[in-house]
């Protein structure tokens, strides 16, 4: 048995020797590659399996049980089934959508204009240029903070309401749950509006200008131009700065939540914004392992839906 | 291309409205720095777009405690949020960095590490919110709540996606003849790595380490879940200054957000080169 052992593993090494060793690169990249995996499993595998364990449970953090024994709370997956009736869920999910839909094409068209009108040279562009670009670099919860202010009912947005009207306006901006995500959404448009001018100029920047000359002279107006040459040049380009700009708008919270709190009541309630709730004020982490989860999974099906499309659209020269 | 002079004009009045759109929220923070607490929520006719009285009042109060203008004093002074911002966000970056940079390396170079690429994307498409139960118990477990070592190592994980692309990008443009000169001298491939390869490489190091800072630096939500009251960062410290005697201290948060602010902005200027990079996971260069 030892000896058959001490074969095998003889053989091994030998493989090993012979075969690595004088692939000094392999073994380097394995090493060098380690740090970045293992911090990866860390963050992804076990905290995966924990979220799986504890979802199906009623634990919480003062349940008076480490989390390891939260199995003696076993629910037989009353979360889930909990999660599918939870009307506040799926308004903050609906929520979370609009804000979406409103802010992301807005940031988009906004970027594009502004872009097209950067695309060639003009006296003081880099000095615009590098101002446009400011909002993006603020930090969120710090801009989050300017918009509260600017939005407070004698605030300066309202003063500057009053001097085009006439007449003093005194809207609670808010807290009217309707203008409340309104203003919400407009801070957001600030903020971001520069990310998609930024990625959009760099692609329009990078439409042949032989091609526009070429069409010029066959007659082409600017927007036949526009939409025949330099939007098919974009089409990878506006994809990513779209799928950039749905997965960071997905995640809203911090602008938000430093704005409104969610409130009032839940009109700004995103899903984010209310998972932190559930996490910190009712503490039911057992259905916040859950609502997580679900998240995660419909997120990984459509990322990898996604992907495919993607993979397979450049399969296709353009 | 030659354009019309109507066109030009129609150009610089967007430009100038864009502008307009942009500074407007920049500058009533930085206004509202300066004003002394009459000025903070003075309205109507009252309201003030530039300062009447400027005054550091608001800077000598999150700094120290107090001062005569208010009646309120702070149990505890911006100095330590700042401080507990900054050591977060360079050791964040410093985790980032160097393990992102060294797999950028063994993938770009060696072909290991093939996975990585798709895993950490997925790490930046899932909402942190969506994995922080975990998280905040496997923080508590190995005593890393309200650290800012704790929130280091959380922030280096977070940000290392940017930092792997970025660096991977880079290192994917850089031209190999020299590298190879090197090994057919001798060296060996880490020598390499480290005597010839980083050294050449660092100016897109640099790029790609503030463009990690500000996204450290700009937390606000993990900080708020993982630190409560001795290593609380600038945001989490900020929201937290109200009091229930004169309600939202203006000028002091605005004083604060402008302290905040700074730092990320003129870096993301000095970067302004590789942003496009740095966003586009390096899909995109400028």
Same mark, same amino acid.
């Given at each position: 048995?030892?000896?058959?052992?001490?074969?095998?593993?003889?053989?091994?090494?030998?493989?090993?020797?012979?075969?690595?060793?004088?692939?000094?690169?392999?073994?380097?990249?394995?090493?060098?590659?380690?740090?970045?995996?293992?911090?990866?499993?860390?963050?992804?595998?076990?905290?995966?399996?924990?979220?799986?364990?504890?979802?199906?449970?009623?634990?919480?953090?003062?349940?008076?049980?480490?989390?390891?024994?939260?199995?003696?709370?076993?629910?037989?997956?009353?979360?889930?089934?909990?999660?599918?009736?939870?009307?506040?869920?799926?308004? /903050?999910?609906?929520?979370?959508?609009?804000?979406?839909?409103?802010?992301?094409?807005?940031?988009?068209?906004?970027?594009?204009?502004?872009?097209?009108?950067?695309?060639?040279?003009?006296?003081?562009?880099?000095?615009?240029?590098?101002?446009?670009?400011?909002?993006?670099?603020?930090?969120?919860?710090?801009?989050?903070?300017?918009?509260?202010?600017?939005?407070?009912?004698?605030?300066?947005?309202?003063?500057?309401?009053?001097?085009?009207?006439?007449?003093?306006?005194?809207? =609670?901006?808010?807290?009217?749950?309707?203008?409340?995500?309104? =203003?919400?959404?407009? =801070?957001?448009?600030?903020?971001?509006?520069?990310?998609?001018?930024?990625?959009?100029?760099?692609?329009?920047?990078?439409?042949?200008?032989?091609?526009?000359?070429?069409?010029?002279?066959?007659?082409?107006?600017?927007?036949?131009?526009?939409?025949?040459?330099?939007?098919?040049?974009?089409?990878?380009?506006?994809?990513?700065?779209?799928?950039?700009?749905?997965?960071?708008?997905?995640?809203?919270?911090?602008?938000?939540?430093?704005?409104?709190?969610?409130?009032?009541?839940?009109?700004?309630?995103?899903?984010?914004?209310?998972?932190?709730?559930?996490?910190?004020?009712?503490?039911?982490?057992?259905?916040? =392992?859950?609502?997580?989860?679900?998240?995660?999974?419909?997120?990984?099906?459509?990322?990898?839906?996604?992907?495919?499309?993607? /993979?397979?659209?450049?399969?296709?020269?353009? | 291309?030659?354009?019309?002079?109507?066109?030009?004009?129609?150009?610089?009045?967007?430009?100038?409205?864009?502008?307009?759109?942009?500074?407007?929220?920049?500058?009533?923070?930085?206004?509202?720095?300066?004003?002394?607490?009459?000025?903070?929520?003075?309205?109507?006719?009252?309201?003030?777009?530039?300062?009447?009285?400027?005054?550091?009042?608001?800077?000598?109060?999150?700094?120290?405690?107090?001062?005569?203008?208010?009646?309120?004093?702070?149990?505890?002074?911006?100095?330590?949020?700042?401080?507990?911002?900054?050591?977060?966000?360079?050791?964040?970056?410093?985790?980032?960095?160097?393990?992102?940079?060294?797999?950028?390396?063994?993938?770009?170079?060696?072909?290991?590490?093939?996975?990585?690429?798709?895993?950490?994307?997925?790490?930046?498409?899932?909402?942190?919110?969506?994995?922080?139960?975990?998280?905040?118990?496997?923080?508590?477990?190995?005593?890393?709540?309200?650290?800012?070592?704790?929130?280091?190592?959380?922030?280096?994980?977070?940000?290392?996606?940017?930092?792997?692309?970025?660096?991977?990008?880079?290192?994917?443009?850089?031209?190999?003849?020299?590298?190879?000169?090197?090994?057919?001298?001798?060296?060996?491939?880490?020598?390499?790595?480290?005597?010839?390869?980083?050294?050449?490489?660092?100016?897109?190091?640099?790029?790609?380490?503030?463009?990690?800072?500000?996204?450290?630096?700009?937390?606000?939500?993990?900080?708020?879940?993982?630190?409560?009251?001795?290593?609380?960062?600038?945001?989490?410290?900020?929201?937290?200054?109200?009091?229930?005697?004169?309600?939202?201290?203006?000028?002091?948060?605005?004083?604060?957000?402008?302290?905040?602010?700074?730092?990320?902005?003129?870096?993301?200027?000095?970067?302004?080169?590789?942003?496009?990079?740095?966003?586009?996971?390096?899909?995109?260069?400028?």
């Amino acid at each position: 048995m030892s000896a058959l052992t001490a074969t095998i593993l003889e053989d091994k090494m030998d493989a090993r020797t012979k075969s690595v060793a004088p692939d000094e690169g392999a073994r380097l990249g394995f090493r060098l590659t380690l740090p970045a995996q293992i911090l990866v499993l860390f963050i992804s595998a076990f905290p995966l399996l924990m979220q799986l364990y504890i979802s199906v449970t009623d634990w919480s953090p003062l349940s008076g049980v480490g989390w390891w024994n939260a199995w003696e709370m076993w629910n037989s997956f009353a979360n889930y089934t909990d999660l599918a009736a939870d009307t506040r869920f799926w308004s /903050a999910l609906q929520r979370t959508a609009i804000v979406m839909l409103v802010c992301v094409p807005a940031e988009f068209l906004l970027g594009l204009a502004l872009a097209t009108l950067f695309a060639d040279d003009f006296p003081g562009k880099r000095i615009f240029y590098s101002i446009l670009l400011m909002p993006m670099m603020v930090v969120p919860a710090v801009a989050g903070y300017m918009f509260f202010m600017l939005f407070q009912s004698g605030g300066p947005v309202n003063d500057i309401l009053s001097r085009l009207v006439g007449t003093p306006v005194t809207i =609670a901006w808010l807290s009217d749950p309707n203008l409340a995500l309104i =203003a919400v959404m407009i =801070a957001d448009i600030w903020q971001w509006t520069p990310l998609m001018f930024l990625i959009l100029l760099a692609g329009l920047v990078g439409v042949p200008e032989d091609q526009m000359k070429a069409a010029t002279l066959l007659g082409a107006n600017a927007w036949q131009r526009f939409t025949t040459i330099v939007l098919p040049k974009m089409k990878t380009i506006i994809i990513i700065a779209l799928a950039i700009r749905v997965i960071e708008n997905f995640k809203i919270f911090d602008t938000l939540y430093i704005m409104t709190g969610g409130g009032p009541g839940v009109a700004t309630e995103t899903i984010s914004v209310y998972i932190y709730k559930v996490t910190t004020q009712d503490l039911i982490w057992g259905y916040v =392992a859950a609502i997580a989860l679900a998240i995660l999974i419909v997120l990984s099906i459509v990322a990898v839906y996604a992907m495919k499309r993607m /993979a397979k659209s450049r399969e296709v020269p353009a | 291309m030659k354009r019309s002079v109507p066109f030009e004009i129609f150009r610089y009045a967007a430009i100038l409205a864009a502008m307009a759109v942009t500074l407007v929220p920049i500058l009533w923070m930085v206004s509202m720095a300066f004003k002394p607490i009459g000025e903070w929520s003075a309205t109507g006719a009252d309201l003030t777009w530039w300062p009447k009285h400027p005054t550091l009042a608001n800077f000598q109060f999150v700094f120290g405690h107090s001062t005569n203008d208010l009646i309120v004093a702070l149990d505890h002074t911006a100095v330590k949020p700042i401080l507990s911002s900054l050591l977060s966000a360079v050791f964040g970056t410093v985790i980032a960095m160097s393990a992102g940079t060294a797999a950028a390396y063994g993938l770009s170079r060696f072909g290991s590490g093939q996975n990585l690429p798709l895993a950490l994307i997925q790490l930046r498409l899932f909402p942190p919110m969506a994995v922080m139960i975990p998280v905040m118990i496997m923080w508590a477990f190995l005593n890393l709540n309200d650290t800012w070592w704790g929130l280091a190592l959380i922030y280096g994980i977070v940000t290392l996606p940017f930092a792997f692309w970025l660096m991977k990008t880079f290192f994917d443009d850089m031209p190999r003849e020299i590298e190879e000169a090197a090994l057919v001298e001798g060296c060996s491939r880490l020598r390499v790595f480290t005597r010839i390869t980083l050294p050449m490489m660092r100016a897109p190091l640099a790029s790609a380490a503030l463009f990690v800072f500000i996204l450290n630096w700009s937390d606000y939500l993990i900080a708020l879940l993982l630190t409560t009251r001795e290593w609380v960062t600038i945001p989490v410290y900020m929201a937290s200054l109200s009091s229930s005697m004169t309600g939202q201290l203006y000028g002091a948060k605005a004083a604060l957000g402008l302290i905040a602010a700074v730092p990320p902005v003129i870096m993301g200027i000095a970067i302004q080169r590789h942003l496009v990079r740095g966003l586009t996971f390096g899909a995109l260069k400028q």
